[in-house]
Nanobody, 121 residues
Framework: QVQLVESGGGSVQAGGSLRLSCAVFGYAYSSNYMGWFRRAPGKEREGVAVIAGDGSTSYADSVKGRFTISQDSAKNTLCLQMNSLKPEDTGMYYC???????????????WGQGTQVTVSS
C-alpha cells in the first residue's frame, strides 16, 4: 500500500523560500512518475511539477525558474524547492504518484494528505 507523507510547509513573506518533502512508502518511483500539485483558495487543484524515474522534469509555466522538483532514492523522498515565492503560490500542496508524466489530476494514482504554504505580501 502506497503512503505519502508531506512536510515542510509554512508561512513566508513574498520573495522567500520553502522546501517541501514527501516521504514515500510502498512505491518504486525510480521506475515511475511522481509530482506535486496544489490547490489555491477557491480554485481547482493544479499540477505544479512532475518528475520521471529517469530524472526528467516538467513544470507549470507559473513556477518555471522558481521551483525545482527532485527525488532522493536513497531516502525515499520527493522534494520541491520553492524560491522567489509569490502570494499567488499560497495553497495546499500535495505529493502524488502518477500513471504518466503529465501535470494533470487525471493521471494521479495516490495522494498525500497535503501541507499548507502561505505567502504574504
Amino acid at each position: 500500500q502506497v503512503q505519502l507523507v508531506e512536510s515542510g510547509g509554512g508561512s513566508v513573506q513574498a520573495g522567500g523560500s520553502l522546501r517541501l518533502s514527501c516521504a514515500v512508502f510502498g512505491y518504486a518511483y525510480s521506475s515511475n512518475y511522481m509530482g506535486w500539485f496544489r490547490r489555491a483558495p477557491g480554485k481547482e487543484r493544479e499540477g505544479v511539477a512532475v518528475i520521471a524515474g529517469d530524472g526528467s522534469t516538467s513544470y507549470a509555466d507559473s513556477v518555471k525558474g522558481r521551483f525545482t522538483i527532485s527525488q532522493d532514492s536513497a531516502k525515499n523522498t520527493l522534494c520541491l524547492q520553492m524560491n522567489s515565492l509569490k502570494p499567488e503560490d499560497t495553497g495546499m500542496y500535495y505529493c502524488a504518484t502518477l500513471r504518466g508524466c503529465a501535470l494533470s489530476i487525471d493521471v494521479v494514482r495516490d495522494w498525500g494528505q497535503g501541507t499548507q504554504v502561505t505567502v504574504s505580501s
